[in-house]
């Protein structure tokens, strides 16, 4: 997940804020970095292989 960039107090207080809290908080944060991995990846252009 290098290159991606997610403001994690800001996160994490967006995720107290819907209620999430402790190890809820945690997984929350990361289907957050998942996602943002998932759409990194799919807007990513490979160059064709040989």
């Not at 800001?10 to 998942?34: D, F, P, Q």
Request: glycine share 12%; proline share 8%; net charge negative.
């Amino acid at each position: 997940m290098a290159g991606l960039d997610l403001d994690m107090p800001a996160a994490l207080t967006t995720a107290r804020e819907m209620g999430a809290s402790g190890w809820a908080a945690a997984e929350l944060l990361l289907a957050m970095r998942m996602g943002l991995a998932a759409g990194s990846a799919a807007r990513r252009v490979d160059p064709p292989g040989p």
